[in-house]
């Protein structure tokens, strides 16, 4: 069963700080990988999605890296804003359906 | 925005009724899921659909059953609402199941 990890659950930065978050998964046999972030009471707005045979994926100041073979994602937000305070998640495809992680959630201060 | 709303979005029941949650979809995808969200859990699926029709189960399907008789719609039913479906149910579609996921806005259904 394939376990997927986001480590801090939890993140709060002073405005204009890079954000690092990071993603753990268990099985490198992927098809690919999701982000995507989600304010209170809202749904899901995907961010990025990395295909396995890619090392990275950028828009805007967002960027995320994945390497499979140690089962890894990262995703770097440049310059964070107070508008970026939201979870973000990572999800990863395999089998044609999406596990989650449990998501971080970040907070910018102004 | 992808094209998908689900309905209703909000709704309370009782312990014991049926229940129906809709999806609807203009996208004309092919995949559509059924998630839920709770806290402590996250995202879970409940099923899919892989085209009209076509359904399999998800990791947390016991209590749930599916439907899906044209491409834009797929129908989530709780036979017989119980407390612990109380939660937020989110639907997504995708065009090849391997492509990104577009989700929609949720339903959140408490069950007294």
């Known amino acids: 069963k394939q376990e997927v990890t986001q480590i801090p659950a939890a993140l709060s930065v002073p405005e204009g700080e890079n954000l690092v978050l990071n993603c753990s998964f268990t099985?490198?046999?992927?098809?690919?990988l999701q982000w995507f972030r989600q304010d209170p009471g809202k749904g899901l707005t995907s961010l990025l999605l990395?295909?396995?045979?890619?090392r990275e994926q950028t828009s805007g100041r967002l960027n995320a890296s994945l390497d499979k073979s140690s089962g890894r994602s990262t995703l770097y937000i440049a310059a964070s804003q107070p508008g970026d305070s939201a979870t973000y998640l990572c999800a990863v495809i395999r089998d044609y359906k999406l596990s989650f992680g449990a998501g971080t959630t970040v907070t910018v201060r102004a | 925005d992808a094209g998908i709303t689900q309905s209703p979005r909000h709704k309370v029941t009782e312990t014991g009724t049926p229940v129906t949650l809709r999806c609807h979809q203009t996208?004309?995808?092919?995949?559509m899921y059924w998630y839920r969200q709770d806290p402590g859990h996250g995202l879970r699926l409940i099923h899919y659909s892989y085209g009209v029709k076509d359904t399999d189960k998800g990791e947390v399907s016991d209590g749930y059953s599916v439907s899906r008789s044209k491409t834009e719609d797929f129908l989530l039913t709780l036979e017989s609402a119980t407390s612990s479906q109380t939660s937020v149910y989110f639907c997504a579609i995708s065009g090849t199941g391997l492509e990104t996921q577009y989700f929609g806005p949720g339903t959140r259904l408490l069950v007294l």
């Open positions: 996208e004309n995808h092919r995949y």
């Open positions: 099985d490198s046999a992927i098809y690919n």
């Open positions: 990395i295909q396995s045979s890619q």
